[in-house]
């Protein structure tokens, strides 16, 4: 069945420094892949989001690249400041009949220390 | 554009009563997908649906739980007979028509089971 894993569970990084936080997925007909941030009793918001005809896609100090081969995604986020501390989701969307189903990875608890 | 509205925000029931949890999606959006997130876990698939049709409820629990999107008004999502394993934060999302995936999500609610 479809399946979404994530890596790591938790990443603590220094202010400055880079966090990658990396997704596999099991259904190779996926296709659209989006990323979530979500604070501490609020909405998951979407961050940034990568289709499967591209493979790397960068907003500011967010990145996200795509490896289709290995069935492979990461979000990197450079120059990390407090206020990046979240949770965040990946999740990989397909088409099994003509309709579009979101499976989301189990999160990664990002802690940036001043 | 007011987003997903989702209400309560707060739900308190006692076991047995039933627990009804309404989504409005966004304006323009005629697809709505409900989430399970339990405490420190992940995004839970339950079902999807489009106006007056259910589309996928693979992650819906075969009993007490049911779904619905009328032609007016909100999305539902009713539990029946609640115990103390549903309290969970149920979220709602909603994506545009076909062609574009990007979804959405409401603040959610909280149900808590006494």
């Known amino acids: 069945g479809e399946n979404v894993e994530q890596h790591p569970s938790t990443l603590s990084v220094q202010e400055g420094d880079s966090a990658v936080i990396k997704c596999t997925y099991s259904?190779?007909?996926?296709?659209?892949f989006p990323w979530y941030k979500q604070e501490l009793g609020k909405r998951p918001q979407l961050i940034i989001d990568?289709?499967?005809?591209?493979g790397e896609k960068k907003d500011q100090r967010i990145a996200v690249t795509l490896n289709k081969t290995a069935k492979h995604f990461s979000l990197h986020i450079t120059e990390t400041q407090p206020e990046d501390s979240a949770v965040y989701f990946c999740?990989?969307?397909?088409?099994?009949?003509?309709?579009?189903?979101?499976?989301f990875g189990t999160g990664t608890r990002l802690k940036v220390l001043a | 554009n007011a987003g997903v509205m989702q209400n309560p925000r707060h739900l308190v029931r006692r076991r047995g009563q039933e627990a009804r949890l309404r989504c409005s999606p966004m304006?323009?959006?005629?697809?709505v997908y409900w989430y399970r997130q339990l405490p420190e876990e992940g995004l839970k698939f339950m079902v999807y649906l489009q106006k007056e049709n259910i589309i996928d409820e693979s992650g819906m629990p075969k009993e007490r739980f049911s779904a619905e999107f009328p032609k007016e008004g909100p999305s539902i999502l009713r539990i029946q007979q609640v115990v103390r394993g549903d309290s969970a934060a149920y979220f709602c999302?909603?994506?545009?028509?076909?062609?574009?995936?990007?979804?959405?999500f409401g603040s959610g609610t909280q149900l808590s089971v006494l």
């Open positions: 259904d190779s007909a996926s296709n659209y």
């Open positions: 999740a990989a969307s397909i088409r099994p009949s003509g309709t579009y189903k979101y499976i």
């Open positions: 304006k323009g959006h005629s697809h």
């Open positions: 990568i289709r499967s005809n591209v």
């Open positions: 999302a909603s994506s545009p028509d076909r062609g574009n995936e990007k979804l959405f």
